[in-house]
């Protein structure tokens, strides 16, 4: 499974980079998002709260943190340009959603595995799901008013 999210991973940057009808489709002038208000502080969290402080560790818990909030960029942009097609749509709604169920297999493991806690990625999950809450209210509406997706401005 791990290969297969890495491989459709870079299938959809590579498309997004050097695919013809795709690669048109970027607009570098709403692209403003600085992504060094995510990248740093994620950065001092997991030096900050990390299980043990060794470099592998201190890693993962910045893969988590950083992973929480690497929607964001992809929100406020939907979010600027107010033009949200189908498939844009239902690729962060299914983002959002692979979230919702992990945190489904969290909570059966907590009930049926001895010791299972893990505060990091729990509470990054949570935030994750909570920063996507926004964006399913208006998915959510327009599929049930049979509208074009809109988020506010």
Partial sequence: MK????????SIVWYM???????RSYDRDQDTFRHLFLVLPCLLLAL????????????WA????LEAVAILPQLVLLQ??????NLTGQYVFLLGAYRSLYIL???????TEPHYVH??????GLVQTA????????????????VKLELPA
């Fill in 80 to 85: 600027r340009t107010r033009n949200i097609d």
């Fill in 131 to 146: 920063l996507y809450a926004d964006f399913f209210y208006y998915y959510f509406q327009s599929w049930k008013n049979n």
């Fill in 3 to 10: 290969l297969i999210f890495l491989g459709s991973s870079f």
């Fill in 17 to 23: 980079r050097h695919h013809k009808v795709v690669r």
């Fill in 119 to 124: 505060w990091i990625t729990w509470v990054a």
């Fill in 48 to 59: 900050v709260i990390h299980e043990k402080f060794n470099f592998k560790e201190v890693m």
């Fill in 105 to 111: 297999n969290w909570i059966y493991r907590y009930f």
């Fill in 62 to 65: 910045f893969s988590i943190f």
